[in-house]
C-alpha cells in the first residue's frame, strides 16, 4: 500500500471514531430525564385550574417493574399534542434509563385519579 492510502486509512479512522457519541454517566442521564419532566410539568402548570373540566389525566414515567411513576393534569387548552409526546418521549427514554443502569423500584401501582378539581386556580386529584 502507498504512503497515500495508508495516510488517506489513518484518515477515515480518525473521522470514524471522532465522530462516536460520548457515553453519558447515570447522572447525566438522571439530569435529562429531570429537564424532560421539568419541561412536562411546566406545560401542565402554564394554565390556571379555574374550569375542572378543562383539565385531564395522563399517566407519565416507568417504574423499573412496569407501569407509571404517577399522573399529571393537563389542561384543554395547552398544545395538547405536543404536550403527550413529550410524556411519550419521557416514558420511553425513563425505561431506557432504567434498562441501561439496571435500576430497581417498588412495584407499587400509581393511583389512577377519578378527577379533576381546581383549587386555588392548581389542578388536585379526587
Request: with cysteine; aromatic share 8%; net charge negative.
Amino acid at each position: 500500500m502507498n504512503k497515500l492510502g495508508i495516510i488517506g486509512m489513518l484518515l477515515l479512522l480518525v473521522i470514524c471514531f471522532s465522530c462516536k457519541e460520548e457515553e453519558l454517566t447515570q447522572a447525566q442521564d438522571l439530569q435529562n430525564l429531570d429537564q424532560m419532566l421539568a419541561e412536562i410539568t411546566s406545560m401542565a402548570a402554564s394554565v390556571t385550574c379555574d374550569d375542572s373540566s378543562k383539565w385531564l389525566t395522563t399517566s407519565y414515567g416507568s417504574k423499573a417493574c412496569g407501569g407509571p411513576v404517577g399522573y399529571i393534569a393537563y389542561s384543554q387548552d395547552i398544545d395538547t399534542t405536543l404536550f403527550l409526546e413529550k410524556v411519550e418521549e419521557h416514558r420511553k427514554a425513563e425505561d431506557e434509563f432504567n434498562r441501561k443502569w439496571g435500576i430497581i423500584s417498588d412495584c407499587a401501582l400509581a393511583a389512577e385519579p377519578n378527577e379533576v378539581l381546581c383549587e386555588d386556580g392548581k389542578p388536585v386529584f379526587n
